[in-house]
């Protein structure tokens, strides 16, 4: 079964830090771009970040200096490790893959960052 869990959201106080896994299974997230969205309440989904097939890391503007993304081929995750949190960075938070026509979202774990 091709399919992607999120999990590690929570509550923190503004300046913390939280971890996010997404656990694949059915495909490799080595040899794939694997990419991290979130979505506040009331917003549109928004990018975060991206983990090319060939190492490159991505990350939005907000995001930048804050947010790692990697991964661990061999057991199919990817994480998205957060630092220094703001309560703007609130949303829920998502594992995405596309390739060609197909395209993937797991359920999404919360995040909340409170002040």
């Known amino acids: 079964q091709v399919q992607l869990v999120e999990s590690g959201g929570g509550s923190v106080q503004a300046g913390g830090s939280l971890g996010l896994t997404c656990q694949a299974s059915g495909f490799s997230v080595n040899v794939n771009d694997m990419h991290w969205y979130r979505q506040a309440p009331g917003k549109e989904r928004e990018f975060v970040a991206t983990?090319?097939?060939?190492?490159?890391?991505i990350y939005a503007d907000p995001v930048k200096g804050r947010f790692t993304v990697s991964r661990d081929g061999a057991k199919r995750r990817v994480f998205l490790q957060m630092n220094n949190l703001k309560p703007e960075d609130t949303a829920v938070y998502y594992c995405?893959?596309?390739?060609?026509?197909?395209?993937?979202w797991g359920q999404g774990t919360q995040v909340t960052v409170s002040s």
């Open positions: 983990i090319t097939r060939n190492e490159g890391k």
């Open positions: 995405h893959f596309v390739r060609g026509t197909f395209t993937l």
